[in-house]
Each structure stands twice: as structure tokens, then as C-alpha cells.
């Protein structure tokens, strides 16, 4: 079984910083693009960020010049980082990943992790 596990989700002051991380484990042969993605209350899922696996990034561009993505292929995990953040970036973060465990390539899914932005 494929498991990914987020963790860095908080509470913090708007304009504060804060680190998602998300390690992926179990039967892995690959993993391809990872990414992350948020939904705000009463509003649908977004993507914040992906990454490939030689590193090329995109952004939403809400975040864009604020939020780094980036990944450890030799850990299986990515991280976050997310800066100068605002209210509207209150959400609950979810990871994603590509992953081949052996049958075909499936999108896997963290439980997420509440991110709160406020005075």
C-alpha cells in the first residue's frame, strides 16, 4: 500500500511563513509529477503547485512569488514552502502524487493538513 503523509499545517499571522511536507511510502517504483493542492471553505479544490521529476514547477498565480515547491527524490517527498501569507490562503492543503506501485500509474492522495492565516 502507497501512503502519503503531510505534516507543517498550522496556524500563523498573515505576512508569516510556514513549510508543508508530504513523504510518500510504501511499494514505490516511481513517482512522477507531485504536487499540492488547497480548498477553502466553500470553494472548490484548486492546485497550488506541481513539480516534475526532474524539477520543472508551476504555479497557480495566487501564489505565484510567494510559494516554492519543491521535491527530494531520494525521500519520496515535497515540501511547501509558503511565504508572505495572506487570509485567502486559509485552506486545507492536500498532497498528490503519480505514483507506479508496481500495476499501472494512480494518483495518491494525502489526508491533508489545515492551514490558517489570520490575525
Known amino acids: 500500500q502507497v501512503q502519503l503523509v503531510e505534516s507543517g499545517g498550522g496556524l500563523v499571522q498573515p505576512g508569516k511563513s510556514l513549510r508543508l511536507s508530504c513523504a510518500a511510502s510504501?511499494?514505490?517504483?516511481?513517482?512522477?509529477?507531485m504536487g499540492w493542492f488547497r480548498r477553502a471553505p466553500g470553494k472548490e479544490r484548486e492546485l497550488v503547485a506541481h513539480?516534475?521529476?526532474?524539477?520543472?514547477?508551476e504555479y497557480a498565480s495566487s501564489v505565484k512569488g510567494r510559494f516554492t515547491i519543491s521535491r527530494d527524490n531520494a525521500k519520496n517527498t515535497v515540501y511547501l514552502e509558503m511565504n508572505s501569507l495572506k487570509p485567502e490562503d486559509t485552506a486545507v492543503y492536500y498532497c498528490?502524487?503519480?505514483?507506479?506501485?508496481?500495476?499501472?500509474?494512480?494518483?495518491?492522495w494525502g489526508q491533508g493538513t489545515q492551514v490558517t492565516v489570520e490575525v
Open positions: 498528490n502524487a503519480i505514483i507506479y506501485a508496481g500495476h499501472s500509474w494512480d494518483d495518491y
Open positions: 510504501g511499494s514505490i517504483f516511481s513517482i512522477n509529477d
Open positions: 513539480i516534475s521529476p526532474g524539477g520543472s514547477t
